[in-house]
């Protein structure tokens, strides 16, 4: 599922009723994933670099698109290996 889909649809939303009847499937980060997106943060941190690629670019003009909130990146390395969740 592409980010703006999710985005439109109820999945972000927290309360497990919000989910009842629809079908999806969770496929979990793997620890390489978090570990990876915890380093491109913490050297964000260090550096004070706020500069976001263009990857992080395309997903947050999706994400205020649709009216979503929150402005911390997605991890570039995320976005790089799964090019459809911003491209699909």
Do not use: Y
């Not at 919000?18 to 994933?33: R, T």
């Not at 491109?40 to 997903?59: G, I, V, Y």
């Not at 698109?65 to 459809?84: E, K, M, N, W, Y």
């Amino acid at each position: 599922m592409s980010l703006r889909a999710a985005l439109q649809s109820p999945i972000p939303h927290c309360e497990s009723v919000v989910h009842e009847g629809i079908k999806f499937e969770v496929i979990d980060n793997s620890e390489e994933d978090l570990v990876q997106a915890a380093q491109e943060m913490f050297s964000r941190l260090e550096l004070n670099d706020w500069k976001l690629t263009d990857r992080q670019m395309k997903a947050q003009a999706i994400r205020l698109s649709v009216g979503a909130v929150g402005s911390l990146p997605i991890s570039d390395r995320f976005l790089q290996f799964h090019d459809s969740f911003i491209d699909g």
